[in-house]
């Protein structure tokens, strides 16, 4: 945080007074809005150097091209960290919440979603010219080796995941014989690879393109693809048809089309697109265990099926299993015609077993709270190795619930190490006791008083845990005789 503050300093001349942690939904990366008057910019921090780099300096590019993408300010010598421009806190997606969620887009919704898509084949082709390719990551170029990394990524972090049974050798002559024809045609453009609605940000009424770091010289189809069948968007086939559209006229200022050609090539690039977000859904909820991610399988299994009534016929035996996966009962009940709404919740979709998980805090002066579901007990977690609040006398009247202590607690960031262990292995017991159909599970978490660090974590596993599973959740307080019921 204070090499973010040093570059805001050297850009601006001026202190950061203050400095707002922002909320992201799928990044690794850590974002900051720093500000000092009328100055705001947003502050990143990323642990993938390269990747960093990539977007520095693409994005270097992109402003000289006078292209619609944040300006970079500063950034530190290794890369670790960067401010750019603040474009706000509106994305695409937000701007069209509404249509999102019911399916029906009003006018300025369709009017910012054409505006967006128009501007894409100026950044593929301008974004392109002169353009070192050498700075992309992982690589420069959409080739061979990316196809079949994203063919194996839906494979083994998604197939395999979900326990589909299939054989190997015959799904890798199919995925073989797909690589070939998504690399017929030669390509001098940029492709974007993660050009969606989030990754689009509306400022002064104007689509502005974040998150590129992962783009490479390819193929344009990939990205119209990404955009007009983003998963969770929505967008029904009128609209989707309009988008095409609009992207088609775009593009003929720049080079001809045979629009019929085009468009036989595109329906190649939304069925392998889909199987690449279906790996991420798959490595991003289920191994991470984000429930964002889990939540969006069931929208782009819908897209999978609509794709499926094309002919794909050069791929027999993926488009098997692609039939048998959109069969699944767990997949099966969804609809997102009637505004995208799952007819169950994410805990069920993966499992229909009920559980109830009791979450406590406690002083262990005081003893180790009872199992009152007569299985025993469960995890116990000792908070008494972190720096204690009680210590002091402003805290000594106030709880793990108050925000003061909220903030001491979270200062050095120990407490969140010590809570991102405390979720794995709650990740890893109620997944395996909602697979076998068990009734109860219970977190403890003790401290001296059971006042201030118990507290803190108690409420906090307690939410993770609602939130995540949608199972019911008994938050216990016991020495503060709070009690209450999540769900």
């Not at 990366?29 to 780099?53: A, D, F, P, Q, W």
Request: glycine content about 6%; proline content about 4%; aromatic content about 14%.
């Amino acid at each position: 945080m204070e090499e973010l503050c040093l570059l805001f300093e050297q850009y601006t001349g001026k202190t950061p007074t203050e400095v707002t942690k922002l909320k992201v939904a799928g990044s690794n990366r850590l974002y900051y809005r720093l500000s000092n008057t009328n100055i705001r910019v947003v502050g990143v921090i990323g642990e993938s150097l390269e990747e960093n780099k990539a977007f520095v300096e693409l994005a270097k590019h992109f402003a000289e091209n006078h292209l619609p993408t944040p300006r970079i300010y500063a950034y530190t010598s290794d890369y670790r960290y960067y401010i750019q421009e603040d474009l706000g806190d509106v994305s695409l997606f937000d701007f069209c919440e509404n249509g999102i969620k019911t399916g029906v887009f009003s006018k300025n919704e369709k009017a910012m979603l054409l505006k967006t898509i128009e501007f894409l084949p100026r950044l593929q082709v301008e974004g392109a010219r002169e353009l070192d390719f050498s700075y992309c990551y992982p690589q420069p170029e959409f080739d061979r080796n990316t196809v079949l990394w994203d063919l194996n990524y839906f494979k083994y972090c998604f197939l395999k995941t979900i326990g589909i049974d299939f054989l190997e050798p015959q799904l890798e002559v199919d995925f073989q014989q797909l690589a070939s024809d998504l690399l017929e045609e030669k390509s001098d453009t940029f492709l974007y690879r993660d050009f969606q609605a989030r990754n689009v940000m509306i400022k002064d009424n104007q689509p502005y393109f974040i998150d590129f770091q992962g783009g490479r010289k390819g193929p344009v189809y990939y990205d119209v693809a990404s955009f007009v069948w983003q998963a969770k968007a929505n967008y029904p086939p009128q609209l989707r048809e309009d988008l095409l559209a609009h992207y088609l006229t775009a593009l003929q200022h720049y080079q001809p089309i045979d629009e019929a050609n085009f468009r036989k090539k595109l329906q190649l690039f939304v069925l392998f697109r889909t199987l690449q977000v279906l790996g991420a859904y798959g490595f991003r909820g289920y191994f991470e265990q984000k429930p964002h991610f889990v939540e969006s399988i069931p929208f782009a299994i819908d897209n999978l099926r609509e794709l499926l009534k094309n002919d794909f016929s050069k791929y027999p035996y993926l488009i098997e299993l692609l039939h048998a996966l959109c069969e699944l009962p767990r997949f099966g009940n969804f609809n997102s015609t009637d505004g995208g709404t799952l007819s169950q919740p994410v805990s069920e979709i993966l499992d229909n077993s009920k559980l109830t998980v009791t979450v406590t805090s406690f002083s262990y002066k005081k003893g180790i709270p009872d199992d009152e579901s007569g299985n025993g007990g469960g995890y116990v977690f000792d908070c008494r190795g972190m720096h204690n609040p009680g210590r002091y006398e402003e805290y000594k009247q106030l709880t793990g619930l108050d925000k003061p202590v909220i903030d001491f607690l979270e200062k050095e960031g120990e407490i969140q190490g010590f809570l991102q262990s405390a979720y794995k292995l709650a990740d890893a017991h109620i997944q395996d006791f909602l697979k076998r159909g068990f009734s109860h599970v219970m977190f403890s978490f003790g401290c001296t008083g059971g006042q201030h660090r118990s507290v803190y974590c108690a409420q906090h596993l307690a939410a993770y845990v609602a939130d995540k599973y949608g199972v019911k959740v008994k938050l216990n307080h016991r020495e503060q005789n709070i009690k209450k019921e999540l769900h």
